[in-house]
């Protein structure tokens, strides 16, 4: 549920940042009368973003435990890619996003009527297909038992939608200007935690591989804790709900983490690093 709460809060938030961008320039410029077309774009995307993740959820049903498994393991695999690619281009673009979407605006509103439906489509659905994306494998992975099938729970969704509300509620009142926060380490810390909840998703597909005899070593365990440590307990619950680490995690799986954690996390915070380098001052939000 926290993982899934963070996930909501942190992508949640950039939508809310770009939606904050689109509306506060139109009122600026005195163009009021687009602001429903701007609305229309996101209702849209978020309609598309709910089908997309009721199509993951059910989609797959119906067909055989290999195929199931296979399919789940390998949208796992590229909601790890979309969320790596997502972090490193956020904390790269996010000084230049308002300039770049106040000049699709711009264009937009000089074209045709769906000109500016469309740029807020693609603006809030880039980020939503993600969100649904990354919940969903998320939430796969948190909730399997050490059988290696999915508990059914409600918990990581309503940690998601909690953490999207929050977001929609602070990206309201960044826009009135009530409050100030600073971007540069709100991004950094929950771009942090979402590689380490990626690791263990991608473990998690791994693991579907190997469940769907794609990949080999299913029962050539690195360790088995399940027996030492309760899945139900406090600690099984922060182990699986924030690292998405199993009670018996597979060689391949372990390798698998490893070999994506570290290497990701240093480049994250290596970039992090050099970016604040040379000024002590950080953005603070702003969507004027």
């Known amino acids: 549920m926290l993982s ?33 077309r701007i609305w229309a774009g996101v209702g849209i995307a978020v309609l598309v973003s709910l089908g997309f993740g009721a199509a993951l959820t059910y989609g797959p049903r119906g067909l055989t435990f290999e195929a199931q498994e296979f399919i789940g393991g390998t949208l796992s695999i590229v909601a790890v890619g979309f969320v790596t690619w997502m972090v490193f281009w956020m904390a790269r673009a996010a000084r230049g996003l308002g300039g770049e979407l ?16 469309v740029v807020a489509m693609f603006a809030v659905g880039r980020e939503g297909l993600e969100t649904a994306l990354f919940i969903w494998a998320a939430t796969q992975a948190g909730t399997r ?26 990206g309201y009142l960044i ?16 771009g942090g935690f979402l590689i380490v909840v990626a690791a263990g998703v991608l473990a998690y ?8 005899r794609f990949l080999p070593g299913l029962h050539d365990l690195l360790f088995d804790i399940s027996d030492s440590i309760d899945p139900a307990g406090w600690l099984g619950t922060l182990i699986k709900g924030v690292f998405n680490i ?12 490893l070999l994506y954690l570290v290497p990701t996390m240093t480049l994250f915070l290596r970039g992090a690093r050099r970016r604040s380098a040379p000024t002590k001052d950080v953005d603070r939000a702003s969507v004027a």
């Open 4 to 36: 899934n709460y963070l996930i909501g809060l942190r992508e949640g938030l950039e939508a809310a940042l770009v939606v904050s961008i689109l509306v506060a320039y139109l009122v600026k410029s005195g163009r009021t009368e687009l602001l429903p």
């Open 246 to 257: 199993s009670m018996a995690t597979t060689k391949l799986e372990g390798v698998v983490w």
């Open 145 to 170: 038992d050490e059988v290696g099938t999915v508990t059914p729970t409600w918990e990581p969704l309503l940690g998601a939608a909690l953490g999207i509300l929050t977001a929609v509620v602070l």
């Open 205 to 212: 597909g791994v693991h579907d591989l190997q469940e769907a």
């Open 175 to 190: 826009y009135r200007g009530a409050i100030s926060i600073n971007l540069g380490t709100f991004f950094t810390w929950t």
């Open 102 to 117: 106040r000049g699709q605006i711009d264009v937009a509103a000089e074209g045709g009527r769906w000109g500016l439906v």
